[in-house]
T-cell receptor, first 109, second 113 residues
Framework: EDQVTQSPEALRLQEGESSSLNCSYT??????LFWYRQDPGKGPEFLFT???AGEEKEKERLKATLTKKESFLHITAPKPEDSATYLC??????????FGQGTRLTINP | NAGVTQTPKFQVLKTGQSMTLQCAQD?????MSWYRQDPGMGLRLIHY???????DQGEVPNGYNVSRSTTEDFPLRLLSAAPSQTSVYFC????????????FGPGTRLTVT
């Protein structure tokens, strides 16, 4: 069964303290792994798509990487505005997105 | 562009009542979907559509109906509301073949008492 597990559930960092979020997945025939950001009271916002092991994508202080079993979202020198819930998801077939539970990230000034 | 819009933002229903959650997009996206988000369970797909007149079930379709008569609109109907349907509902859309990169609406918070 296709499954996505994120860890940790919650993470508190000081401003400038770098860290990584983990997304483990089991899916037959990966068609893409996707990262989203969700602010409180809002809908998720797309960040990255990764298709194959070894691929990396970057946006400002965020870098997403992919292996055959997991993806990492690295956050370098985070700022308070990076506080949000980060969701990862995989495609099941071509049309169904399966999400993990999310990691709630808090950056303290 | 307004993107994906949802109405209402908040709704309280009594058990057994029916209602329709509205969703519209102005990006000419073929793909549209509905999710529910519950604490600790992430987003779960309820129904999706790949174009006008075509719908299919997601992970948790029971108790919900959808139809897609136009490209722009994708309403979600609760036939007989139950407390287990208390949740936040999100509508999303994307271009055909890009179901991984979806644009989400602001959500509807539904409480069933």
């Amino acid at each position: 069964e296709d499954q996505v597990t994120q860890s940790p559930e919650a993470l508190r960092l000081q401003e400038g303290e770098s860290s990584s979020l983990n997304c483990s997945y089991t899916v037959s025939g990966l068609r893409g792994l996707f990262w989203y950001r969700q602010d409180p009271g809002k809908g998720p916002e797309f960040l990255f798509t990764l298709y194959s092991a070894g691929e990396e994508k970057e946006k400002e202080r965020l870098k997403a990487t992919l292996t055959k079993k997991e993806s990492f979202l690295h956050i370098t020198a985070p700022k308070p505005e990076d506080s949000a819930t980060y969701l990862c998801a995989v495609l099941k077939g071509a049309q169904k997105l399966v999400f993990g539970q999310g990691t709630r990230l808090t950056i303290n000034p | 562009n307004a993107g994906v819009t949802q109405t209402p933002k908040f709704q309280v229903l009594k058990t057994g009542q029916s209602m329709t959650l509205q969703c519209a997009q102005d990006m000419n996206h073929e793909y549209m979907s509905w999710y529910r988000q519950d604490p600790g369970m992430g987003l779960r797909l309820i129904h999706y559509s790949v174009g006008a007149g075509i719908t299919d079930q997601g992970e948790v379709p029971n108790g919900y109906n959808v139809s897609r008569s136009t490209t722009e609109d994708f309403p979600l109907r609760l036939l007989s509301a139950a407390p287990s349907q208390t949740s936040v509902y999100f509508c999303a859309s994307s271009y055909s073949g890009q179901a991984g990169k979806q644009y989400f609406g602001p959500g509807t918070r539904l409480t069933v008492t």
